[in-house]
């Protein structure tokens, strides 16, 4: 004889038998996949924003220290150009001259800065992954791209 009581109705045996689960059963199955579907989108959604603010962290730990750097190798250019100047048209006129070239400089940077903000794509396999739900909640995962 088998080795299966005859009273067993465990999660496999129903869902090979098909349409014998009652309603209250499927919602609950339903809702506890919508769970873990959530929660696996919720984890994914921290695992790339922890690797994202890691680089952004390296980068800008880098950059901190190329600014200084850089800050000082330009402060003191400007003096001498600011000092060569000054042969030429005096000292007032020469510091104007070298402040105006600063100031384009300046906003120079500050437009490429602002439109690299702006082309900034956020968490894209999180948005990709839950624009798929939708189609996995109906059944559907073959339309999925």
Do not use: C
Not at 5 to 11: I, L, Y
Not at 73 to 93: E, P, Q, R
Not at 95 to 101: E, N, R, T
Not at 107 to 112: E, I, K, T, Y
């Amino acid at each position: 004889m088998g080795a299966t009581s005859v009273g067993a109705t465990g999660p496999a045996d129903r869902h090979a038998r098909g349409g014998d689960q009652s309603i209250g059963e499927l919602f609950s199955e339903v809702s506890r996949d919508l769970s873990t579907l959530i929660r696996q989108e919720v984890e994914l959604a921290k695992a790339e924003a922890a690797q994202t603010a890691k680089r952004a962290g390296k980068g800008a730990g880098m950059f901190g220290g190329a600014g200084v750097a850089g800050h000082m190798v330009l402060l003191f250019l400007s003096l001498a150009l600011w000092w060569g100047l000054s042969y030429l048209m005096g000292g007032g006129w020469s510091a104007l001259v070298v402040a105006a070239v600063w100031a384009v400089i300046a906003a120079v940077l500050a437009a490429r800065g602002r439109s690299e903000i702006k082309a900034m794509e956020g968490l894209p396999q999180t948005a990709d992954s839950v624009k798929k739900i939708p189609d996995a909640l109906r059944g559907h995962e073959e339309k999925n791209p």
